[in-house]
DNA sequence: GTATCTGCAAAACATTTGCAATTCT
DNA sequence: AGAATTGCAAATGTTTTGCAGATAC
């Protein structure tokens, strides 16, 4: 049994086949992949593989609570297997999503008092590190 | 000359017909439209709008900076006539979309050094103060 | 054997594109 | 007339749906 067959059962989802080589692409690219990303990265070992299933998959994974969608470009959406409160960096030079901490204390809302809050991105578009140094150089 | 024709002459776009009433829609009605919401609210008025307008009116809006596009759902785009840094909160029982201040402290954001920071987004979603008293009761 | 899951094809839907007609100066 | 704008129709691209076949318990 292998890690991502393991994280399935342990959600209480049924480890099929396609279910625990999408999940085992989650877990080892922590790329924010999106539904393509996916589907092109296992046709290749899975020729019979639907997009389909791909799109079934991640909505399964989403409704039990194990991957939260990834709204920063309207274009796309992409997918995110850590579910833990963390914000999203786009480099609009190259397109990489880094993910950083944040802490919910450290940002002043106001005007929110009674209201309950469920979800909370934070979504930060510029240029990263790397392209800075490239661009500098 | 109305108050949206001259928002769209002082920043530099061109105020035909159609930009001034999609204009004067976003100005009066801070509902954070999706483009059928804008379409289907001026349809009657004008019944040779085509929808197309109301997409390349939007995407001019933007491109000239005056415009915001939020994308706090995935499979709806909206767009705000405010361009100030503000959150938005969506209520998932009645839809409706709320701004709200917030201020960040540098500290927050981790790991972000040397990271150049363009445009910054932050949703939230939950349940409004209206709803919360509604379910209460 | 029954329930679940998958994958194909078609449908639905949103957005973009090409282009001719219209408008404005 | 010339440039910008509009609106229709078609094209594109993504996501959903219906359903029959396959799979698993």
Redesign the interface.
Known sequence: MNNAEQYLIENNINPSYQRVKIMDYLLNNRDHPTIDMIFLYLKPTMPKLSKTTVYNTLQHFVEKGITQ?I????NE?RYDIDTSAH?H?K??SCGKI?D????IN????????????????????????KC?KKLKA
Chains 1, 2 share one sequence.
């Open positions: 969608i709204n920063i470009e309207d959406i914000g960096f480099c609009t880094y950083f901490p944040y802490n450290d940002i002043t809302i106001c005007g929110l008092d009674n209201f309950s809050i469920h979800q909370t991105h934070i979504y930060i578009k510029g240029i990263c590190e800075n």
